[in-house]
């Protein structure tokens, strides 16, 4: 299994798995056109996703999916009350997603039924009912992909263990967010329980989900202005240096460019 972040933080996000003979993205909020120059520049041609699983229907998560989704023939993935959302409505397949249960695509000719890639949907705290978090397993490889919720949850730390590779997002510095350009109301929904998570608590959860098989981190989701890299960067390290995994690699999700193809 491999991923690579296309885009991540408020103006679009959207991740690429393979995995045999599968490929899906995790949410698709690029617009259309940058959506497909994105794919392209991951080596993805006309008709080469399966599937479109969908975190929750905000627009930077879900702006392009129908448009994808039906460029690709592909099904999408999505809560049954997100399936009339606008940017949603208009694909071709759906499956249901079961929020909180575990699911498997069907396995690809060639493969052996107990190699296809299971997936679980695991329900976050946002401001966007409902919001989820995704655990991708494939031939014992795990992959989670965590953003988007304001506050750490035992029973999600408990849904996403195991992880090869971890994408979780660091959005914001508490001070940046305090003295920086966005009005209170806008600063007490990003900072409240049903916002995101800042530098702070995403350290907190990764010391939670750094088990031994995790080999690298991506952070994703940051503010472009309320946190930098470098800030993310050293709550991350300080956190895994305090429970002595400083082997893992640390990445920084891009807003603007493609990243690195990973091996789970």
Do not use: W
């Amino acid at each position: 299994m491999h991923v690579q972040v296309l885009s991540s933080g408020s103006r679009g996000n959207a991740t690429l798995v393979r995995a045999g003979e599968t490929a899906l993205l995790v949410d698709s909020g690029l617009s259309g056109k940058e959506m497909r120059s994105r794919l392209s520049a991951a080596g993805m041609g006309p008709r080469s996703l399966d599937h479109l699983l969908i975190t929750h229907a905000h627009l930077d998560h879900a702006r392009s999916a129908s448009s994808i989704a039906r460029s690709h023939d592909a099904t999408v993935h999505c809560a049954l009350a997100n399936m009339e959302h606008r940017s949603l409505s208009r694909a071709r397949r759906y499956h249901t997603l079961e929020v909180g249960g575990e699911h498997r695509f069907e396995a690809e000719a060639g493969e052996e039924p107990d190699q296809a890639l299971r997936y679980s949907s695991v329900p976050l705290p946002h401001d966007c009912d409902p919001t989820v978090a995704y655990r991708l397993e494939h031939r014992g490889r795990v992959l989670c992909v965590v953003t988007d919720l304001g506050i750490v949850r035992d029973e999600v730390v408990r849904a996403l263990q195991g992880a090869h590779v971890l994408v979780l997002e660091f959005n914001y510095d508490p001070h940046m967010l305090e003295t920086g350009p966005y009005p209170a109301a806008l600063q007490r929904r990003v900072s409240g329980n049903r916002g995101h998570l800042s530098n702070q608590q995403a350290a907190e959860m990764l010391v939670q989900l750094a088990g031994p098989n995790l080999h690298t981190l991506v952070l994703a989701h940051l503010s472009a202005k309320n946190n930098t890299p470098e800030l993310a960067l050293e709550a991350a390290h300080g956190a895994l240096q305090k429970i002595e995994r400083e082997e893992v690699e640390v990445l920084v999700a891009s807003q603007h460019d493609i990243g690195d193809n990973l091996e789970v």
